[in-house]
């Protein structure tokens, strides 16, 4: 794998970033370079040349040109956007449009791997489809309602005759916002869903919270007990929460394997509750999720297999990958 060259479509300053760029170099031997859409065009720029035989070039944060078609594959982390700068308010919302109609054709265009493939991670970050593929697979999903209708979430409610969470679709604006039991104060609040839907579900017994990283058909597993009262509906709330690796069925193994399949994505993080009676329930996927702190956690070599997947075709799934010619 040495000689082989990543894109990291990430912030240079990102954590994971700079982990992964690390171990590409030392473990794999292998050369990657950062770009960012936050550094567009002031520090980064894209050309793109078609119908004249030459490749599109990228101008790196270091001032060199690349090939973009001599990177081997490139991985979508979490790149920011695009912040057009001494433009007028006007016209901020129309440059920054432009500018990523412009670099996401690009990429498109250059038809190199991207690892996830960003539009089956956009497709695959809908709540609703991952519960869907997961219980098609065969995985109980708590009973759920995605709505915007008051009486609807009032009937759901009424109907699980037990406890009801709700959350939100997605992280929020600036924060990560909690899982919450609903309760009689939210019941005067239902009519406020009209303007933003919210996501209810069934109150899942609590007995382990398991985090699932997939990497290709690398399954990689780790558990935590929290005892915080708080931590009860989202192990998130408890920052100092222990965990250990632990390895799953190998049925549930391979049924995740088969969501990342189904999904179109080479990589995923999973959270699962396994119930006191040792059921285990499918909460969601995360197709860009935080996997380094584990690695910490539980010395799992979660770096170098994601380094793994990135330099090997063979270990990713190949989505979208091939174009006629």
């Given amino acids: ?36 859409l936050t550094a567009f065009p002031d520090q980064n720029d894209m050309s793109v040349k078609l119908g004249s035989g030459l490749p599109m070039t990228i101008l790196s944060v270091d001032g060199e040109y690349h090939r973009l078609d001599a990177f081997h594959v490139a991985w979508l982390r979490r790149p920011g956007s695009v912040q057009p700068r001494h433009v007028s308010r006007e016209m901020r919302r129309f440059c920054a449009a432009e500018s990523s109609a412009h670099i996401w054709g690009g990429l498109a265009a ?73 309760g009689l104060e939210d019941i005067e609040a239902l009519g406020s869903i009209v303007l933003s839907p919210v996501i209810l579900q069934e109150k899942i017994p609590k007995g382990r919270d398991i985090r699932v990283n997939v990497f290709g058909r690398s399954v990689f597993a780790a558990y935590t007990v929290s005892e915080s009262p708080a931590a009860e509906l989202d192990w998130r709330v408890d920052t100092g929460a222990e965990w250990w690796p632990m390895k799953l069925p190998d049925d549930t193994a391979e049924g995740l394997c088969n ?3 189904r999904l179109l994505l080479d990589y995923g993080c999973f959270d699962l509750r396994e119930t006191p009676t040792g059921e285990f329930v499918f909460f ?42």
């Fill in 1 to 36: 794998m040495a000689g082989k060259k990543v894109l990291l479509l990430a912030e240079p300053d990102d954590d994971h970033g700079i982990i992964i760029r690390e171990v590409l170099t030392r473990r794999f031997g292998a050369a990657s370079a950062f770009w960012s």
């Fill in 110 to 182: 250059a038809r190199i791997p991207i690892v996830n493939d960003p539009d089956c991670e956009y497709a695959a970050n809908h709540k609703a489809l991952q519960l869907r593929v997961a219980q098609e697979i065969g995985f109980r999903i708590p009973k759920t309602l995605m709505t915007a209708d008051p009486n609807s979430a009032k009937e759901f409610i009424d109907s699980l005759g037990a406890a009801c969470i709700y959350k939100g679709f997605t992280q929020g604006i600036g924060r990560a916002v909690a899982t919450r039991e609903f």
């Fill in 259 to 261: 969501v990342l399949d």
């Fill in 284 to 325: 969601e996927v995360n197709p860009s999720g935080q996997f380094l702190w584990l690695e910490i956690w539980t010395g799992q070599p979660l770096a170098e297999a994601f380094c793994a997947l990135l330099l090997d075709e063979e270990r990713r799934r190949g989505a979208r990958r091939s174009f006629p010619s």
